[in-house]
Structures are given as structure tokens and as C-alpha cells.
């Protein structure tokens, strides 16, 4: 066998990439695959410089899962690709002078370059992108399949829009500047003060605003308690689970009916308090105006009006009230100060009687579960987004005709000369989205699109009258609500999915990614698959049954980004260290659900264990001997079966660590195996061994290794991950009887790795006292039976005759 001796990572890295991609071991055969598995990474917004190693840590520690699961016998299929509609990459094309076009031209191709560089193993041959027409279309389709199912609807409503980005915001992505991990900033990016209830939008950490748009919808309030319920079904990280269930907020009260006074209208409210009924002292009803001018501050005015109590007969002032919201249960609450803070608040601000009366039950109302959930606002009065394939026709809505009346009745609208509208017919998708140089946000609720009559002015599928498209487009979460059901069919061209692909591929097996996208993507991506199910377009309703998602790393103490200027740019210590020593070193530094910080100095410390590594397969120490021929079964040698005992321990470890994303203790664990055999010497098998437990964390490297040095057959990356013997684990400790002439006058107690070490054995026994109280007239000979009995024969005393020993 032919070897460098030194360790050149560039070499090594360029070459395995190269074959890995030439012979298509990271492209399953989809068709034909036995035992899929579907490993999963988010996939990214390719919208800045590149990626930073926050980045490389994560997408390392899926990729190392699915190292590891293809050596388990799984035919893993790993995809990636690029969520390139939206604002981030609108706003990066904005910030450098391009068009989003441009842009990701130059985006895609350098994130690509960059996931290679990792070495990772995805299947390169289906990327996706989300503004692709090839994609898109389907992401337009699904808006139609919503649309007709009923789920998606348009109506008017107070909206936070975030005045820089110049878009309403879906309330998932409106948030504190602590959530955002933003420093919260006016219209001019100059620091506003954080104080309590201050929202931000996500993407720039911008104080939101209200505003009132009509916009489209979808209904995912209709699956807040599918939502709910499936997630005790699913294998999710504990704080991305609590954090849904939070958002959803499910409430059991009473709807209680108050007769108005003088009318014969009633006003419900919604209580989780239904026994403190007999303390109502006020009624307080939402208003659109104070709650977006005032929020949570408690103003109101009175309204003149009465409402009557139905349990006591009380006439109870009805009040508008700021901190009432309007799509919250019924959008007006009873109003109890004795027993609420915010109740009690209100009425001393306003002078109102306190009435406090013992709770007791009661049964007026009735039972009703509310939500906090809210319909997702998927419109947005931007340019780089999906079509949304939908088009108003005045024509028809004059003759108030067929075609387009389909959902009509779950329209409720203004009186607007578009208020009537239908969908773009799907045989004539895609609505492409038209090149434009003026595509920056204007901000006057509408999309740069509708500045575009070339665009926008249609004739009607249905009467051929001039008709108008709409010219909001999509939310990008929309785009990633969906996207994994791509990958496995991306060379359909006239479906979404192949349903025998899905049924072999999907639901997910691993998803990995961000705890960030908890109530955004990941709450998205549940209600899209739960509704695909509902239409009978697949079968399952859980898209990631597994879900696990990863910490993040920090630099200086702080979360690593652009705007405090403390990112990694992992290229530079690729092309330094490379990408193994880069990839050991990020899942090395802490758990993966951990907050670790980023060191050169770490970084060089690992650099060093990987050329350690190295040498051991190149330069074997003189006094160390590869005992070529040695198998476990034959081999005789005892320190061959300590060898044998320590790997079978180190793999059951490292098995048992990756398992479960300790990705950090695995590498310990191989750490103190190569000290090991450093230190004893090493059996090939034992070398086999080792590259194998290191080939997820190091895949050139192991792969290098694998081939060039060990002989194997190729590749390192579909071998069969090791298995280890119980039997060697079952007693960690052995018993020595340590004899003095021939007679047992102590025993000690050893790890069996060491049970065969002659020299420690002697040492350790010589160093207890009851021994030493023996053989004070010195040693002359030691006798051994490894794992069992040390014997001293000391001078003038015993013979080793008389030992009964044989060696
Ligand atoms: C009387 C009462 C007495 C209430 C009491 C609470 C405590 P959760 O748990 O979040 O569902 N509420 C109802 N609709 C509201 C709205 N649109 N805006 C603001 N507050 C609203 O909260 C339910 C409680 O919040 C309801 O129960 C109602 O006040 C208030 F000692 O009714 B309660
Ligand atoms: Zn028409």
C-alpha cells in the first residue's frame, strides 16, 4: 500500500468529494430503495454572504445522523436545497443593488459550494428552489387546492406590518426583540428602548405597526385542536412542543349570552371564570381603533348601553375597552375586577363598581374551547414571492355568475370594485412571476406588482371580460410548508409528488433544524400536511414524526450575526484545518442542543487529534506493533483481548451517544480509544474499527483511511457500522487474587482492560500494604496468570514449586 505520510486534507477532501458524487453513493435509488430512510435537514435562505458555522454545526451534526444510519443498513436519501422566495432574499438583493435574480444566481452556486466543502452527504442530483417556476407552480396549485377546499379566504383586518419591510406580517413572525434575537429598531434603524409588550418583526427588528389591509388567509384555526392533540403522537424536542402547545393556547370556558337592555340584541362573552359570574361588574367589548392605538394600556369609552347579568339581574355598563382583543374568543369578555387584574385595572381607571361576591358554579352558557391561534395571513405586498394564482372579475360579480361563486359564500367583503374573485384555472398554471427592475416595496399596501398592468390585466377564464390577478404573492412559508414532499419527485413535471415516491419516502424519518421556526415553519408544515391528508392527497397527517432540533452557536457570548459582526465564516478554517477537523471540532465544543462558543484555539487542539488519528494508521510507532493477522476468535495474545475488550466498549458508546445526538461524548470516547492504542499497540481489526466509528464525525478522512491504507473496499460511508460483543461488557472489573509464595494474601480489583497488564498489576498489588507487610524481604520473581493470580516469590522463603503455578 502506497501513503502520504503527512496529513493533506485538501488533497484528501477534493478526492473523496469528487468520487462520492461519481459513483452516486449519496443518490439512492428511490424506486428501489428497501429500507428508506428520509434524513432531513432545513434547508436554507440562500439571501447572504454564505453560511456562517452556525450553519456547519448543525447541518454536521444531520449529516453525521445519517452517516450513521446508512452504516445501520438504510438507504438513506439526504436532500437540500433553497428557500429562495421572501423577504430575506428580496431584502439582500435590495441591500446589494440586484435583482432577487441576480442575486440567487450567485447565492445558490456559492451555498452549494459551501455544503460541499463540508463534505456532506447529499443527494446532489435533486436540488430544489423555491422560485423556481418548476416549484412554484405546485406551491400555486396548493394555494388553488386550499382555496377550493374552503381553507383559504380574503378579508379585511388589522395586521401588524412592519413599515421598513413594507408588508403586513403573519402574527408567527411578529415577535419581542429577545425572541427575534434583534435588537429592536425604528423606520431609520435608529435603537428604540425595549420595554414590555414591544413588538418587532422577525426578519429586521423593526418596531411593527398596525395596519388594516384585506388580505388572504388560511384557516388553520380550523386544525388548532388536530394541532394540539398530534403532538402527543410525535418525537419532538421537548421545547419546541411546549412552545406549540403555548401558541395554539387552548382554553376550556363558557360562552355566556348578555341580554342588551332596550334591544333585543345580546352580547356573548367568553370566560374561563364562568363561577365568578355573580362579580360581573362590566361588560368590555374589543374596538378595532383603541386596540391598535393602545394595546394592552387600559383605555375605553363608555358606550351608553346596559347589558343584564342573566345569573342576578345586575345591570352591567357595557364598555370598549383597549385591552379586549377582537379575534379572541368573542371579542368581549365579562367584566370581574374582584377577581381579575386587568378587569380590576379597567374599572379603577374608569370609576366602575367592584362587586365581589363568593365564586360558585353555575350552568348559564355553554361550554366552548377557544384558541389563541389565529388564521395564518399568507398575502404579501411585496414582489419576490409565488403568485398567488387568484383574479377578480367586475363582469361577473355584476352578473353575479357561476364560474367564480364557487367559495363565495365564505366571502364577506367591501363594496370595492374587485371584491368578487376566482381562481386562475390550474390547466393554465403557472403564474409566472414577470422580471422587474422597480420590484422595491412601496409600502402603500399594495405590491410593486400592481404597478405592472402587463401583469395584473387579464381577461377572465370565465367571461373573457378585462379581469385584474391579484398581485399580493405568497408568504415564503408557504413555499417551506410543503417542500420535503418535492424532494423525492423533483423530475415531475406534471405533478407535485409521485404518490408511490411518498408513500416510500415520506413522512420524514429525521427532521433537524432550528428551535427558531418552532411556531413558524414547523407549525406551518403540520397544518399543510394535516389539510393534504384531509384531501385524500397522502395518507399520514404528520409530516416529522422525529424532529430534533439543534442549539446555537455562540461567538464572544453572543449569538452569532451579521449585525453584531461576530460571525464565523467556516471557509477560511476549511481551507486551514479542513473540513473534518472543522466538522469534529463544531459537534465537539458541546451537546448539540447546546449554546457552544466558538475558539481558534479549540479548533487547533482538534486539528491535532485528527493528524494523531492519522499517524496511527501512517506511522505506527517502532515499539507498536500492528499484529496484521490477529482475529478476535484465534487470537490468543491477552493483550489482543484487551484490545478486543476496549474497542467492543468504545463502540458500544459511541453506538449508544449518536443514538441520541451526544455527538460530543461519542468523540470523547474515540479520543480515549486512539490514546489507547496508541499507548498499547493496536490489532488491524481494531484499526478497522476505529475508522469506522469515525467516519461519520471525519468522512474523508475515515474514507482515506478505509481504502488507500487499510485495503477495504470502497466506501467507508456503506460499510456496516460495527456491532459489539455483550460479552465483553458484562463485567467491566476483574478480580486479581494476589498471592505472596504461593499463598493468597490479597486481591485487587482492576478495570478488565487492564487485567492482563503485567507491570501495573505488580505495581498496584506492591503498593498494598497488606502485600508489603510480606514481602519486605524484597521480591525475586513475579509470577502472572493474566486476568487471575499474581504470585511473588520472595528471596529465602517459598519456591515457586510450591506455588502450584505453571508459569
Ligand atoms: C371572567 C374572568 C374572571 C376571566 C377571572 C378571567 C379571570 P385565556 O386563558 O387566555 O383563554 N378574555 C376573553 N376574551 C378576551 C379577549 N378577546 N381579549 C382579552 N381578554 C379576553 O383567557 C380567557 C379569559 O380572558 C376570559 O375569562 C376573559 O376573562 C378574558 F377571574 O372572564 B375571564
Ligand atoms: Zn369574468
Not at 32 to 53: D, I, Q, V, W
Not at 176 to 187: R, Y
Not at 213 to 234: H, M, P, S
Not at 587 to 616: A, N, Q
Request: hydrophobic residues 35%; proline residues 5%.
Amino acid at each position: 500500500m502506497h501513503v502520504t505520510k503527512e496529513y493533506n486534507h485538501k488533497e484528501i477532501e477534493k478526492k473523496w468529494q469528487k468520487k462520492w458524487f461519481s459513483s452516486k453513493i449519496y443518490s439512492p435509488d428511490l424506486d428501489r430503495s428497501e429500507k428508506p430512510f428520509y434524513n432531513l435537514f432545513m434547508f436554507p435562505y440562500p439571501s447572504a454572504e454564505g453560511m456562517h458555522t452556525g450553519h456547519a454545526m448543525s447541518s454536521t451534526g444531520s449529516d453525521i445522523y445519517g452517516r450513521f444510519m446508512r452504516m445501520q443498513g438504510r438507504d438513506v436519501f439526504q436532500p437540500m436545497g433553497f428557500d429562495s422566495f421572501g423577504i430575506h432574499a428580496e431584502n439582500y438583493a435590495i441591500k446589494t443593488n440586484q435583482t432577487p435574480q441576480e442575486m440567487l444566481s450567485k447565492t445558490i452556486k456559492h451555498f452549494g459550494d459551501q455544503f460541499k466543502s463540508f463534505g456532506h452527504g447529499y443527494d446532489w442530483t435533486r436540488i430544489l428552489v423555491t422560485s423556481d417556476v418548476d416549484y412554484y407552480r405546485w406551491t400555486q396549485w396548493i394555494f388553488l387546492e386550499f382555496f377550493k377546499a374552503g381553507l383559504a379566504y380574503r378579508r379585511k383586518a388589522i395586521l401588524n406590518f412592519c413599515p421598513k419591510d413594507k408588508t403586513v406580517l403573519a402574527d408567527e413572525q411578529v415577535m419581542t426583540p429577545k425572541q427575534a434575537g434583534k435588537e429592536p429598531v425604528d423606520l431609520d434603524g435608529n435603537p428604540v428602548e425595549d420595554r414590555e409588550g414591544l413588538m418587532v418583526c422577525e426578519r429586521c427588528g423593526t418596531v411593527v405597526e398596525k395596519k388594516e389591509l384585506e388580505v388572504w388567509f388560511f384557516r388553520i384555526t380550523d386544525y388548532a385542536d388536530k394541532l394540539l392533540k398530534n403532538l402527543e403522537k410525535i418525537d419532538w424536542s421537548s421545547r419546541v412542543v411546549k412552545a406549540q402547545r403555548e401558541w395554539i393556547g387552548r382554553s376550556e370556558g363558557r360562552l355566556i349570552d348578555f341580554e342588551i337592555e332596550n334591544s333585543t340584541e345580546k352580547i356573548a362573552v367568553f370566560t374561563t371564570k364562568p363561577e365568578t359570574l355573580n362579580s360581573a361588574s362590566f361588560i368590555a367589548e374589543a374596538d378595532a381603533d383603541l386596540y391598535e392605538k393602545h394595546g394592552k394600556d387600559k383605555v375605553g369609552n363608555f358606550t351608553g348601553r346596559y347589558a343584564i347579568n342573566p345569573l342576578n339581574g345586575r345591570r352591567l355598563p357595557i364598555w370598549k375597552a383597549s385591552y379586549v382583543a377582537p379575534y379572541y374568543g368573542t371579542g368581549a369578555v365579562m367584566g370581574v375586577p374582584a377577581y381579575d387584574e386587568r378587569d380590576a385595572a379597567f374599572a379603577k381607571a374608569y370609576n366602575i363598581e367592584i362587586l365581589r361576591e363568593k365564586p360558585e358554579k353555575n350552568d348559564v352558557g355553554k361550554k366552548h374551547i377557544s384558541y389563541h391561534l389565529r388564521d395564518w395571513g399568507i398575502g404579501r405586498q411585496r414582489y419576490w414571492g409565488c403568485p398567488i394564482p387568484m383574479i377578480y372579475c367586475k363582469s361577473c360579480a355584476e352578473r353575479n355568475e357561476g364560474y367564480f361563486s364557487y367559495n363565495i359564500a365564505l366571502i364577506h367583503n367591501d363594496q370595492s370594485d374587485w371584491n368578487w374573485y376566482g381562481w386562475w384555472p390550474e390547466e393554465n398554471l403557472p403564474v409566472v412571476i414577470p422580471a422587474i427592475k422597480d420590484y422595491k416595496p412601496e409600502g402603500g399596501g399594495r405590491g410593486p406588482l400592481a404597478n405592472h398592468p402587463e401583469f395584473y390585466e387579464v381577461k377572465c377564464p370565465h367571461c373573457g371580460a378585462d379581469a385584474r390577478r391579484e398581485t399580493d404573492v405568497a408568504d415564503t412559508f408557504l413555499d417551506s410548508s410543503w417542500y420535503f414532499f418535492r424532494y423525492p419527485s423533483t423530475e415531475e413535471k406534471d405533478r407535485a409528488w409521485r404518490d408511490d415516491r411518498t408513500k416510500k419516502w415520506l413522512p420524514v424519518d429525521l427532521y433537524f433544524g432550528g428551535a427558531e421556526h418552532a411556531v413558524l415553519h414547523l407549525m406551518y408544515a403540520r397544518f399543510t400536511t394535516m389539510v393534504f391528508k384531509d384531501l385524500k392527497l397522502i395518507d399520514f397527517d404528520e409530516p416529522f414524526p422525529k424532529f430534533y432540533a439543534h442549539g446555537l452557536m455562540i461567538k464572544d457570548g453572543a449569538k452569532m450575526s451579521k449585525s453584531r459582526g461576530n460571525v464565523v465564516n467556516p471557509d477560511e478554517y476549511i481551507k486551514k484545518f479542513g473540513a473534518d477537523t472543522l466538522r469534529m471540532y463544531l459537534v465537539f465544543i458541546g451537546p448539540m442542543d447546546g449554546y457552544p462558543d466558538f475558539r481558534d484555539t479549540g479548533i487547533e487542539g482538534m486539528h491535532r487529534f485528527v493528524k494523531r488519528v492519522w499517524s496511527l494508521y501512517t506511522s505506527p510507532d517502532k515499539n507498536l506493533t500492528l499484529r496484521e493477522n490477529s482475529s478476535e476468535a484465534a487470537s490468543s495474545d491477552s493483550s489482543d483481548q484487551d484490545i478486543i475488550t476496549v474497542t467492543n466498549k468504545t463502540v458500544k458508546k459511541v453506538t449508544e451517544d449518536i443514538k441520541i445526538f451526544h455527538y460530543n461524548t461519542a468523540l470523547s470516547a474515540i479520543m480515549e480509544f486512539v490514546n489507547y492504542l496508541k499507548a498499547h499497540g493496536s490489532t488491524k481489526e481494531a484499526l478497522k474499527t476505529l475508522c469506522q466509528l469515525i467516519a461519520p464525525f471525519a468522512p474523508h478522512l475515515a474514507e482515506e483511511v478505509w481504502v488507500e491504507i487499510l485495503g477495504q473496499k470502497y466506501s467507508v460511508h456503506t460499510s456496516r457500522w460495527p456491532e459489539y460483543d455483550p460479552g465483553y461488557l458484562e463485567e467491566d472489573f476483574v478480580t486479581i487474587i494476589v498471592q505472596v509464595d504461593g499463598k493468597s494474601r490479597s486481591q485487587i480489583k482492576v478495570d478488565k482492560a487492564h487485567s492482563s497488564d503485567k507491570k501495573k498489576l505488580k505495581d498496584l498489588a506492591l503498593s498494598d500494604e497488606k502485600i508489603q507487610k510480606w514481602v519486605n524481604g524484597g521480591v525475586t520473581k513475579t509470577i502472572f496468570v493474566p486476568g487471575k493470580i499474581i504470585n511473588f516469590v520472595t528471596r529465602g522463603r517459598g519456591t515457586s514449586r510450591n506455588s502450584g503455578l505453571t508459569t
